[in-house]
């Protein structure tokens, strides 16, 4: 593999931080990076914050359209399995979204996903990613109960030329123990009207391409009374509902006590027989079906500026006014690095650009 001149300093100074900053290892599972200067950019504002990146050199992998071949991806879980709980790294970051994870998936055994679930939560480990990821953070907590983060990628928002300060604030949040409270002004024409009310619940989720693609399959998690987070990217509306009839006829909406609705970052797509069948028709129309209160313009998904959020942990949503004012959505701190060695040397504000 050869490396640019740009990259090899990146490497060096790299070398110079092991076993003295916080570890962070990338994982690779999906599509391969296309902007190099995206990662050699996010891989420097890691390092001069105080991370030590254990393999930094997955991010100049190419195979098709993936990130390597599907035995170097997978190889990427396996050197995690294989690490004793010390060995392990605070922080397990996904370089980017695109498609590949799924092929991943049944190259572990249950027991191995279980396995991998119980060291990292061992070792107080943060996953975090979404868009393709959603497969490897459920089959995580569908094997093992492991919480993980939707949240920041390598590539799109630590690499980005301007980070969001709004998405960048919510994982530095995050990483010191600062607990989601995130208020939405947005009526909300399907939650229950009235007095204000409160659902509470195992909040889970990601992408609904990647989570409705794993109906049927032990890698999509069995959660009751749950609170079901979704969002999407360049899908049309009739793509959108048919996968949420997908999770309705299968049954995953019963079991749920609400659906939190994050962007559909749609562009400039609308349906070419109906103009009125946009979004907001379908989650009319899924509200009816199913009676679900379904709650929606959470700030996540495919774009710029989003919050990182905890999946697998208890969340609050709270309809201000019966939703007439909005809603506000709260967990408890999930993850900190207050404790971690070498934590006192993180300076988050090289992630900003």
Known sequence: MDFTPDFQRILAQNAKRRGQAVPLYLLAPSGFSMEAQRNERALARLIDAGFYV??????????QRFAGHDDERLADLRALLAMTVAELPKIVLSVRGGYGAMRLLDGLTAVEWRALATKLAARGTLVVGFSDLTAIELALLAHGGLPTVAGVMLSGDIGAPVPSAFTMQHFVDLCQGVPLDVRIDTPQPHVVHGASTAITGTLWGGNLTVLSALVGTPYLPQIDGGILLLEDVGEQPYRLERMLQTLRLSGVLARQQALLLGQFSMGK?????????DLAA????????TGLPIYTDFPFGHVPSRVSVPLGVTLTLTAVQGGAAGYRAQCAPYFGLQDERFAERLDFSKLFG
């Open 269 to 277: 797509l609308t349906d070419a027989y109906a103009q009125d069948y």
């Open 54 to 63: 254990i393999n930094p050199q997955v991010v100049r992998r190419r195979y």
């Open 282 to 289: 379908v989650v009319a129309y899924l509200h009816a079906q």
